[in-house]
């Protein structure tokens, strides 16, 4: 049923350019036309004469401009904010569970805390020219006034989230494939990881501009992970503290599979809306 769905709805979504390409080509029979004996009935001589002298390149131009159309339908498009609220409460969701199961693990194996934020970067770009850049589109934070190292989670259902975890800056910077930990775990496919503490750690911070680097000072660690949707690289999923890799225990094994747990689960919200990709599909 969810395939039948999704192909449904591709098939609504292609309706336009269907139309378009049954109009350009349509422009084949009506050049055709004008430029045989019949056009002289409509057409002044000088215009029938052109055409008919021209016909060749009227061929070449029609099939440029359709061959431009299809490669304006498939480049990639830009997250829309509609796309954005319309799944914000599944991810919030999403990253509430990621936010409880990192802090029962902590509380249990190591009985302190540190105060964390998730967060989701999809690509983006203004387009097609601009290189593609990564930006935060989804994030919950446990309330850093309540969420410490010294908190007893008694009841870990009631762990204190907020939304309003993430300053508008840090929220509108655009990270570059390669900059920072996030755009690292983009380019490599692999988990990275900053540390503002650890020499080897914060190697990935030292090349960022001056906007990355004023929202990167703010924080003293980070986990990325990529997303991973059919063999493709759809986003990165964050986590960072002001608190350092000590304390927030980014490097344990077991954090690394809670977070590419989740980095697979939130992959078919994430790519819903993204023309082309079947979220439904097992191959």
């Not at 077991?254 to 599909?281: E, M, Q, R, T, W």
Request: charged residues 20%.
């Amino acid at each position: 049923m969810n395939n039948l769905l999704y192909f449904v709805k591709k098939a609504i979504r292609r309706m336009p350019n269907l139309m378009a390409g049954i109009i350009v080509f349509s422009g084949f029979v009506v050049l055709d036309y004008l430029a045989g004996p019949g056009g002289a009935n409509f057409l002044s001589k000088e215009a029938h004469t052109f055409l008919a002298n021209w016909k060749l390149g009227g061929y070449i131009f029609i099939i440029l401009v359709y061959v431009s159309q299809q490669l304006w339908r498939d480049l990639p498009k830009p997250v829309t904010l509609k796309e954005v609220e319309e799944i914000s409460p599944i991810m919030e969701q999403y990253l509430a569970a990621l936010l409880e199961d990192y802090y029962v693990y902590l509380m249990e194996n190591y009985e302190k805390i540190a105060p964390v934020r998730a967060n989701i970067m999809l690509k983006v770009r203004r387009h097609f020219f601009e290189e593609p850049r990564l930006k935060i589109m989804y994030s919950l934070c446990c309330d850093e006034d309540q969420c410490d190292e010294n908190i007893a989670l008694v009841d870990i259902d009631e762990i204190p989230v907020t939304k309003a975890c993430y300053s508008v800056e840090e929220r509108e910077v655009l990270w570059g494939i390669g900059d920072g930990a996030c755009g690292y775990a983009y380019k490599t496919g692999q988990i990275a990881f900053y540390d503002a503490h650890n020499k080897e750690l914060k190697t990935l911070a030292n090349r960022l501009t001056p906007q990355q680097q004023m929202v990167n000072n703010r924080i003293g660690s980070v986990v990325s992970v990529p997303i991973w949707l059919h063999g493709i690289i759809i986003g990165v999923l964050n986590i960072d503290s002001p608190r350092t890799m000590k304390e927030t225990k980014f490097k344990d094994p077991y954090v690394h599979k809670i977070l590419k747990g989740y980095a697979s689960s939130i992959a078919i919200p994430c790519a819903i809306f993204a023309d082309g990709v079947n979220p439904y599909s097992v191959t």
